[in-house]
């Protein structure tokens, strides 16, 4: 088990509540340090690590191949839903995201626990699946065409604010779909069946393989990736540099509702 929880106005958040209290076993991922590579001001806020630098971590935290892994967080999902795409996208199959999170966990009345669980590390064979990424070459050259899901809030997928980013604004040709809207009242998933219903009318008839899912960082567009797969449209990808990276640099255009 992996607690990815994570607070984007306090990064250091996250690991102090892990230390607090956790999942009995659960490893802490940080999404900064462990989920995200070097920062160049161009690449965005979360760029991919390398993906052997990222292996090597696994490695590190002593991952098998046969291991399911679980992911979770504060609740609803989001930076879970990062670990678990990363997993995917080198190959490691078996990984799930906690319904509902830490705070189900405790709600339910749980174990907790604030012991650090040793770790043997181990060798892990992961090998990126390039498929499942849509770099920014590939956005630059096909956003026209292509099926975009910004995964943002309505307010700054219109550009009327931008609360962390400098510039306000949408890739070109973009949809909708905030992640947020992928959980019910009670901060789980929604059910399979309308879920798939509520992205089918988003992107009105594009095939799931089409689709490039995004956001401000590439984190909570993971969380899109994975209702999508929950519904059963499978095969979409994500561009991990999102808005953060493509709105870096003023030559790419950029769409705002009037």
Not at 157 to 165: L, S
Request: with cysteine; hydrophobic share 35%.
């Amino acid at each position: 088990m992996f607690d990815c929880r994570h607070d984007l106005a306090n990064p250091d958040l996250g690991e102090q509540q892990y230390g607090e209290g956790h999942v009995p076993g659960a490893l802490f991922a940080h999404l900064d340090r462990d989920l995200s590579g070097p920062k160049t001001g161009k690449n965005g806020r979360h760029p991919l690590p390398e993906p052997k630098v990222f292996v090597a971590w696994l490695g590190k935290q002593g991952l098998q191949l046969a291991d399911q892994v679980v992911c979770y967080d504060g609740g609803g999902g989001a930076m879970a839903s990062r670990l678990w795409w990363m997993l995917r996208w080198v190959g490691h199959q078996s990984v799930a995201v906690l319904d509902g999170g830490f705070a189900k966990w405790q709600q339910e009345g749980r174990p907790v626990s604030a012991e650090i669980p040793e770790r043997t590390s181990a060798s892990y064979p992961g090998r990126a699946q390039t498929s499942m990424v849509a770099y920014l070459s590939h956005v630059e050259k096909k956003f026209k065409k292509a099926a975009l899901l910004d995964a943002r809030t309505s307010v700054r997928y219109r550009g009327e604010q931008e609360p962390i980013d400098p510039v306000a604004g949408r890739i070109p040709g973009a949809k909708n779909r905030p992640n947020s809207d992928n959980l019910s009242a009670d901060g789980t998933f929604k059910k399979p069946e309308l879920l798939r219903a509520e992205f089918e009318a988003v992107l009105a008839g594009r095939n799931p393989p089409e689709v490039i899912n995004y956001c401000g960082s590439g984190v909570s567009a993971c969380h899109n990736a994975l209702a999508m797969e929950i519904a059963g449209l499978t095969g979409s990808r994500v561009y991990p540099g999102s808005w953060s990276e493509w709105s870096a640099d003023p030559s790419r255009p950029i769409s705002r509702s009037v």
